[in-house]
């Protein structure tokens, strides 16, 4: 069995896009374990999809209130670890989801630098993928989803 974890934190849209990928990961290894790691406040999203065996959840917005709630995310972060996954693929591409994805994991996938917002994020990444920038959002994310698998 494959261990999968995802990291899409935010943005309601680009959960909803990345998860049309989440059929063809299961139709390609169906005995794979898929968790989701989230903003909180987005799990709902995901809360009935088959495909995903266990969502994890962050409150990353409860660090612009209170810095040290950092240490309790890590903190939080770093138990989902325990899960031990063979890939952590991280579709966002963000800085936040990049560093994230580090603590959830060794084994990380991600946009290399040249196809992501914040090209820094691809520091963190054992696994870059290249998709041009402006390519259709969905192509996108099954690109990302699927290709280090």
Avoid: C
């Amino acid at each position: 069995m494959k261990k999968i974890a995802i990291v899409k934190l935010s943005a309601l849209g680009d959960i909803v896009h990345a998860m049309v990928a989440l059929q063809f990961i299961k139709k390609q290894f169906p005995d794979s374990q898929i968790d989701w790691l989230v903003e909180s406040r987005f799990a709902e999203v995901l809360a009935h999809n088959p495909h995903i065996h266990r969502i994890l959840t962050v409150n990353l917005k409860a660090i612009k209130k209170n810095k040290f709630a950092i240490f309790n995310e890590i903190q939080t972060v770093k138990s989902y670890a325990k899960n031990n996954y063979d890939i952590v693929i991280d579709a966002q591409g963000l800085l936040k989801s990049a560093i994230t994805a580090r603590f959830l994991g060794n084994t990380i996938a991600g946009f290399d630098a040249k196809s992501i917002r914040e090209p820094l994020a691809s520091f963190f990444y054992s696994h870059k993928i290249v998709s041009v920038y402006d390519a259709n959002t969905i192509d996108r994310n099954a690109t990302v989803l699927s290709q280090p698998l």
